[in-house]
């Protein structure tokens, strides 16, 4: 700031204010740093800054908001900004405003569309260079992929922003937790607990007071399942400590949240109830259903250890309710138990009309004589990076994982064939540029079928599977359903046969798709 006064350089001044303000935001003092970040981007606004600084500053004041939780300001920002860089005809900082509408968007229970934005930001981002933030866009991909219940996909996830230089905890950590490891999971988040300013008094003096609030809630929830009650108060303390610094409902929520599941622990359930009740009001509030639909689900455990079996329920059956609207998987599962009833059968046994997609690698046991086996399990890896990203920016569900493909099922026939397409394109175009990429073939069959928890059973099921073994290496077999029920094709596709599938009573009518 001393030097940008002296050379009246309005550049380095917004920037210098910027750092400081974040810097000041970070140690707690939250209205004098937002304060310097207001003025920095009032001068982004005026247009007295040239693009590239004004981006910096732009991205520093959604960042803040983001990371301080203020995930209504940080929204009309990015807003503000993204049309700004559209009239500026600015393309590489683009990827940063996707990364940050990803995690708007996360937070507020759009998944499909979270990911679709943060996998652009990933190919923007990579295209102009900015590769600390593309690790930071694979790390918000595993954030969703572990929200859905996708544990493998966020294992992946994670560990590929690793590779870009991005911590992958404590995402591991709390997918460690999922599968039942707590051992896995309690060494991940010692070690990410060990990092940044020494503790006093149980609060980082002069610390990142933001960075530590984005681990804390994972601590307290992985010591609770250590029965580590001494651990986990001390990370509610500095969530107390850190929320009351910051203006920011949702922190405020996290605090009490964690609050009141150390007091659930500590059979403490008058004030767990009190606490909890509290807490998923306020993310109510800070319009973040994932996060109140759990809070919810703990206060209905605590009501029902009060004896009100009758609130306890209504929480539970809301909890319910949302975790099946947001595909929530692992956390319905959760619920369904609590009620009583079977693994998934608040969906068990009905009925539901949807095109289900096989793909399967052609030949892969002659690609693992061929490679070894080091490298097929990283031809593997990458195929099942690029599949199960594009089936779900194609607006599909991975139902499943099959080894060598994917069973995935789409609410539209005409995204499930221009999903195969995208595949079968991507695959070829892979070719054309690196030398190999393996051949897939992939079968698309629409109707009815039976929803069993996570999985879908019946002969539509069962057609779509024997259509993808009948294929082709790099071909796409539809049946006539998937035709008649498809808005509109935009694709060639051959005169139709009738073929006899083993297990079908009758002959099937598929067609080939010309991708």
Not at 215 to 230: C, F, K, R, S, T
Not at 443 to 464: K, S
Request: proline share 2%; aromatic share 6%; charged share 25%.
């Amino acid at each position: 700031l001393d030097i940008a006064d002296e050379h009246a350089d309005v550049e380095l001044r917004a920037l210098a204010l910027s750092a400081t303000g974040t810097a000041m935001v970070r140690q707690g003092k939250w209205v004098e740093g937002m304060a310097l970040i207001d003025e920095a981007a009032a001068a982004a606004g005026s247009g007295e800054l040239g693009p590239k600084t004004a981006c910096d500053v732009y991205c520093i004041t959604i960042s803040t908001c983001c990371e301080a939780s203020d995930y209504r300001r940080a929204a009309e920002w990015t807003e503000q900004v993204d049309r700004w860089m559209e009239r500026q005809a600015i393309r590489g900082y683009r990827g940063e405003c996707r990364l940050h509408r990803a995690e708007l968007k996360r937070r507020q229970g759009a998944w499909s569309d979270a990911e679709r934005e943060a996998r652009d930001a990933c190919r923007e981002l990579e295209s102009y260079r900015l590769m600390d933030s593309v690790g930071l866009a694979h790390y918000e991909i595993g954030e969703i992929r572990l929200r859905m219940g996708d544990l493998e996909g966020a294992e992946t996830s994670f560990a590929t922003a690793y590779g870009f230089g991005h911590d992958w905890l404590p995402g591991l950590a709390l997918v460690s937790l999922a599968r039942g490891d707590v051992a896995g999971a309690v060494v991940g988040m010692e070690r990410i607990l060990r990092t940044g300013v020494p503790a006093s008094n149980g609060v980082h003096v002069g610390g990142d007071l933001l960075a530590r609030s984005m681990i804390l809630p994972a601590a307290v929830e992985v010591a609770l399942a250590a029965g580590d009650l001494e651990g986990a108060s001390a990370a509610a303390d500095e969530m107390g400590h850190i929320a009351d610094s910051f203006d920011s409902v949702a922190l405020e929520a996290a605090a009490r949240h964690a609050r009141g599941a150390l007091a659930l622990a500590q059979d403490r359930v008058d004030d767990a109830v009190t606490e909890l009740d509290q807490a998923w009001r306020l993310w109510r509030r800070a319009d973040t259903p994932y996060e109140a639909a759990r809070t919810r689900l703990l206060l209905g455990r605590a009501r029902a250890q009060t004896g009100d079996e009758a609130s306890s329920r209504l929480d539970l059956v809301g909890a319910r309710a949302e975790f099946a609207r947001l595909g929530a998987k692992l956390d319905l599962r959760q619920v369904d138990e609590l009620l009583g009833e079977p693994d998934g059968a608040g969906h068990m046994g009905s009925r539901t009309h949807k095109a289900f997609m096989f793909t399967d690698i052609v030949a892969s046991t002659e690609i693992v004589e061929a490679i070894g086996d080091e490298a097929w399990q990283d031809l593997l890896g990458w195929h099942d990076r690029v599949l199960r990203g594009m089936i779900s920016d194609g607006a599909g569900e991975v139902v499943k994982h099959t080894g060598d493909g994917f069973f995935a099922a789409f609410d539209h026939s005409v995204d499930s064939v221009r999903c195969a397409v995208s595949i079968q394109k991507r695959l070829a175009e892979h070719r054309r540029e690196h030398g190999f990429a393996p051949r897939v073939r992939i079968g698309l069959h629409a109707a009815e079928a039976t929803r069993a928890g996570d999985d879908y059973t019946g002969q539509a099921v069962h057609v779509a599977s024997r259509l993808a073994a009948l294929a082709e290496a790099g071909e796409i077999l539809i049946s006539e359903a998937i035709l008649d029920t498809a808005a509109s094709l935009q694709v060639d596709v051959s005169d139709g046969r009738n073929v006899a599938l083993k297990g079908v009573r009758e002959p099937i009518r598929v067609r080939q798709v010309y991708w």
